[in-house]
């Protein structure tokens, strides 16, 4: 067999990495080219059944809905076409079931693709794509959104599916820090100490009390008692699959079961007559899902004012008032020069930053930023880590953040909370 390259293409945000593998891809022309992308972990953008908060409303998805297991069976069967005929079958049996044990997928196999967290995701995406036996590879900042354990798998499979399945890989990265030892060219594309504040009283901003949820029979966060005061600045650790995402779902008044909960925000207990939008007027939260919900050529500056109606999507046109808080903020993370240009024709680093600042525009009492970096390059990750110590270092504000990557966080972060998966 072929022992075919792995390229690396790395660069800052918006330096033409996009550009360079779209026509790569067009110079390739084959159906066995598969190019995995960062919005490619959360479906097709014409998937009409997704919305946000369809993740915790299950009572809202079709019986129907095929299983993670089903899905990558119905791709095995589909991607025979490519094997001799009296090797097909086991050949594809053989390689479900080491991909199955490389990537511990076997616990997921019966949930609802829409149930998966986003590492979960991608590693299901990148199955499926190896399930078609693709001769040419690309993915698009491949180790974003994953545990420390999941990346030092691929860092082992890459090399592999170069050297004995004849694959040729191409790796798209923002970060030189990912840059793996094992590439064989590497194409580059060009383009302070938070101070604790005194205050008279402690208050409490998030007070959870024995919540457990299930879906089903399976058990995602089990008896956990939690309290956020204000001021802290929280990382919230945990491996894929842990509930990282469906604790901050109850925080963010997304998820139906937190209704059933003993839980307290801003010291109003959960249930007793607030609204879900008096709850979010004091939140600023960015997350994975945020990023897939936001698919139409709507303006960067209205994707950020959108932060400060609480909406997906702008319903109610802004104030000029509204328009100079928004571009403060984008001038802050520098950015306003993106200001008129679509939200979807922007790069995914640069879309990213977009929703961080959305996150941001309203000044919130309670900062959510559920892996806030994912795509960005050294640069941007600078900035942004600058102005989440700023926002930090000012009285009455609270933090709390979901990463992988232990040098993501600021050096503000006052404590952390692990999970561990049930």
């Known amino acids: 067999m072929q022992d075919n390259k792995i390229t690396v293409i790395v660069g800052p945000n918006g330096s033409g990495k996009t550009q360079w593998v779209e026509q790569l891809r067009r110079q390739l022309a084959s159906d066995r080219v598969r190019y995995l992308a960062f919005s490619d972990a959360y479906g097709p953008a014409t998937d009409k059944a997704y919305y946000l908060q369809l993740r915790w409303n299950q009572h ?31 050949a594809d049996a053989e390689w479900l079931e080491r991909l199955y044990d490389l990537f511990g997928m076997r616990v997921l196999l019966d949930k609802y693709v829409i149930l998966l967290s986003s590492g979960e995701l991608r590693k299901f995406q990148l199955i499926k794509a190896l399930l078609s036996h693709p001769t ?79 879906y089903g029979e399976r058990t995602i966060l089990k008896g956990l008692n939690w309290q956020v005061k204000e001021g802290e600045c929280w990382a919230l650790l945990g491996q894929n699959g842990s509930g990282k995402s469906t604790l901050l779902s ?22 007793t007559g607030e609204t879900i ?37 702008l319903y109610v046109r802004p104030t000029e008032a509204e328009r100079q808080q928004c571009l403060w903020w984008m001038q802050l993370f520098d950015i306003a020069h993106l200001a008129d240009r679509p939200f979807n024709q922007l790069s995914s680093g640069e879309q990213r930053l977009v929703l961080v600042v959305r996150a941001f525009v309203k000044d919130p009492d309670l900062l959510i930023l559920d892996e806030p970096l994912h795509g960005l390059d050294d640069h ?15 009285r009455g504000k609270t933090l709390i953040m979901v990463t992988h990557y232990e040098e993501e966080l600021p050096k503000c972060i006052t404590h952390r909370l692990y999970l561990k998966r049930q």
């Open 60 to 90: 809202d998805i079709d019986p129907e809905t095929p299983t993670v297991g089903e899905l990558l069976e119905k791709r095995k069967q589909e991607s025979k076409a490519w094997n001799a005929p009296k090797e097909a079958e086991a």
């Open 250 to 271: 109850l925080v963010c008044a997304d998820n139906p079961q937190s209704y059933a909960c003993d839980i307290t925000l801003f010291g109003q207990q959960r249930g």
């Open 277 to 313: 939008w008096e709850i979010k007027r004091r939140i600023g939260y960015v997350s994975p899902e945020m990023h897939r919900s936001y698919v139409r050529p709507i303006p960067a500056l209205l994707v950020v004012a959108s932060g400060l109606k609480d909406t997906v999507g």
């Open 136 to 214: 040419t590879l690309i993915l698009d900042n491949p180790f974003i959104g994953l545990d420390a354990e999941t990346r030092d798998q691929l860092n082992a499979l890459f090399p592999m599916l170069a050297r004995q399945q004849g694959i040729s890989l191409y790796l798209l990265l923002s970060k030189e820090s990912e840059m793996p030892d094992y590439a064989d060219e590497v194409i580059r594309m060009e383009r302070g100490e938070r101070r604790k504040e005194e205050s008279e009283e402690e208050k409490v901003v998030i007070d959870m009390k024995d919540v457990t949820i299930r």
């Open 380 to 394: 941007n990750r600078y900035l942004v880590r600058q102005q989440i110590e700023a926002f930090c270092a000012r």
